[in-house]
Protein backbone atom coordinates (compact mmCIF):
# COMPACT_ATOMS: atom_id res chain seq x y z
CA UNK A 1 0.00 0.00 0.00
CA UNK A 2 1.94 3.61 -0.80
CA UNK A 3 1.47 6.30 1.57
CA UNK A 4 -0.60 8.29 -0.55
CA UNK A 5 -3.40 5.31 -0.75
CA UNK A 6 -3.09 4.69 3.08
CA UNK A 7 -3.58 8.63 3.79
CA UNK A 8 -6.65 8.88 1.69
CA UNK A 9 -7.88 5.63 3.67
CA UNK A 10 -7.03 6.95 7.18
CA UNK A 11 -8.83 10.24 6.05
CA UNK A 12 -12.53 7.76 4.82
CA UNK A 13 -12.34 6.13 7.75
CA UNK A 14 -11.41 9.10 10.77
CA UNK A 15 -12.43 12.46 8.12
CA UNK A 16 -9.11 13.72 8.27
CA UNK A 17 -5.43 13.27 7.45
CA UNK A 18 -2.90 11.48 9.43
CA UNK A 19 -1.20 15.07 9.42
CA UNK A 20 -4.10 16.91 10.71
CA UNK A 21 -4.81 14.95 12.98
CA UNK A 22 -1.49 14.52 14.91
CA UNK A 23 -1.28 18.62 14.50
CA UNK A 24 -4.75 18.86 16.39
CA UNK A 25 -3.55 16.51 19.27
CA UNK A 26 -0.02 18.49 19.31
CA UNK A 27 -2.43 21.61 19.55
CA UNK A 28 -4.38 20.14 22.13
CA UNK A 29 -1.66 19.15 24.59
CA UNK A 30 0.07 22.98 24.40
CA UNK A 31 -3.39 24.15 24.84
CA UNK A 32 -4.01 21.92 28.20
CA UNK A 33 -0.58 22.63 29.14
CA UNK A 34 -1.09 26.72 29.75
CA UNK A 35 -1.65 27.71 33.45
CA UNK A 36 -3.48 31.03 32.55
CA UNK A 37 -2.77 31.88 36.09
CA UNK A 38 0.79 31.44 35.88
CA UNK A 39 3.33 33.29 33.62
CA UNK A 40 3.82 30.92 30.23
CA UNK A 41 7.45 30.15 29.12
CA UNK A 42 6.45 29.93 25.54
CA UNK A 43 9.39 27.74 23.89
CA UNK A 44 9.54 25.29 26.63
CA UNK A 45 5.83 24.72 26.17
CA UNK A 46 6.22 24.56 22.32
CA UNK A 47 8.65 22.05 22.52
CA UNK A 48 7.32 20.30 25.07
CA UNK A 49 4.43 19.74 23.04
CA UNK A 50 6.72 18.71 20.16
CA UNK A 51 6.73 22.15 18.32
CA UNK A 52 9.84 21.98 16.07
CA UNK A 53 10.13 26.21 17.71
CA UNK A 54 8.71 28.55 19.10
CA UNK A 55 7.35 30.22 15.82
CA UNK A 56 6.32 27.38 14.40
CA UNK A 57 4.16 26.83 18.07
CA UNK A 58 3.20 30.29 17.11
CA UNK A 59 2.10 29.51 13.14
CA UNK A 60 0.38 26.56 14.06
CA UNK A 61 -1.74 28.33 17.24
CA UNK A 62 -2.74 31.19 15.07
CA UNK A 63 -3.92 28.78 11.80
CA UNK A 64 -6.23 26.83 15.14
CA UNK A 65 -7.12 29.57 16.63
CA UNK A 66 -6.92 33.27 15.00
CA UNK A 67 -5.47 34.33 18.18
CA UNK A 68 -1.34 34.48 19.01
CA UNK A 69 -0.69 32.89 22.16
CA UNK A 70 -0.06 35.32 24.30
CA UNK A 71 -3.58 37.14 22.99
CA UNK A 72 -5.00 34.21 23.89
CA UNK A 73 -3.45 33.91 27.30
CA UNK A 74 -4.69 37.10 28.37
CA UNK A 75 -8.63 36.35 26.99
CA UNK A 76 -8.69 33.17 28.57
CA UNK A 77 -7.52 35.74 31.68
CA UNK A 78 -10.19 38.17 31.37
CA UNK A 79 -12.45 35.63 31.08
CA UNK A 80 -11.79 34.06 34.76
CA UNK A 81 -11.90 37.24 35.71
CA UNK A 82 -15.36 38.72 34.91
CA UNK A 83 -16.71 34.65 35.40
CA UNK A 84 -15.67 33.77 38.72
CA UNK A 85 -16.40 30.19 39.56
CA UNK A 86 -18.12 29.77 36.48
CA UNK A 87 -17.85 26.27 35.12
CA UNK A 88 -15.58 26.48 32.65
CA UNK A 89 -13.04 27.82 34.92
CA UNK A 90 -9.78 25.56 34.59
CA UNK A 91 -10.85 24.87 31.24
CA UNK A 92 -8.38 25.03 28.53
CA UNK A 93 -10.60 26.67 26.12
CA UNK A 94 -12.41 30.31 26.40
CA UNK A 95 -15.54 31.55 25.40
CA UNK A 96 -15.07 34.76 24.21
Known amino acids: MS ?4 TQ ?3 ELVGV ?5 ARTYRFAAAVFAIDPARPVDWGELASD ?4 DQAHFGHEFR ?10 VEVR ?5 E ?4 VIDGW ?5
Do not use: I, N, V
Open 3 to 6: STHL
Open 92 to 96: SLPAD
Open 9 to 11: RFK
Open 63 to 72: AFTGLTPTRY
Open 83 to 86: HPGH
Open 77 to 81: RRFLR
Open 17 to 21: TPKRL
Open 49 to 52: AGYF
